[in-house]
């Protein structure tokens, strides 16, 4: 059964539904196309709690040797605020977001973070922080 539901991310184009936007790469089914697709499909696996595509997304390079989402903490939204290269072009990429969300305690909060990404195998992977705000 497809998901119509709208995607955590906000969608990819803008509103599209889960179906059509990060479930074909939380479920394995294609790899992000470009550094933005693969920074919401991650920011998605947080809302659903997926520590799996987290961990296959990031780069080994620097990537914790625990990366399960935080337990009590509900995303609430996601604003894209700027992209620098990692197209389906490049090599490399910069996507500088806002993610909202509520901890456990109930304190809402925003994790503001400009955010590598670099190709490996001719995958996109998270690299880490550029800098955060």
């Known amino acids: 059964m497809t998901d119509i539901a709208p995607c955590p991310c906000g969608g990819y184009p803008a509103g599209a539904s889960y179906a059509d936007c990060c479930e074909p790469a939380l479920t394995l089914q294609t790899w992000p196309p ?3 697709q693969l920074m919401r499909s991650r920011y ?5 709690g997926d520590a799996d595509h987290l961990f296959r997304t990031w780069h080994p390079s620097t990537r914790p040797a625990d990366t399960a989402p935080e337990p009590g ?3 609430t939204g996601l604003s894209v605020e700027a992209v620098s290269r990692g197209s389906v072009q490049d090599n490399d990429g910069v996507v500088e977001y806002t993610a ?9 909060d925003e994790l503001h973070e400009v955010a590598r990404f670099t190709r490996r195998a001719r995958r996109w992977m998270y690299v880490g922080p550029a800098e955060i705000l």
């Open 34 to 36: 470009t550094a933005q």
């Open 44 to 48: 998605t696996a947080h809302v659903r």
């Open 73 to 75: 903490t509900q995303w």
């Open 100 to 108: 909202h969300y509520r901890d456990a305690d109930g304190t809402e």
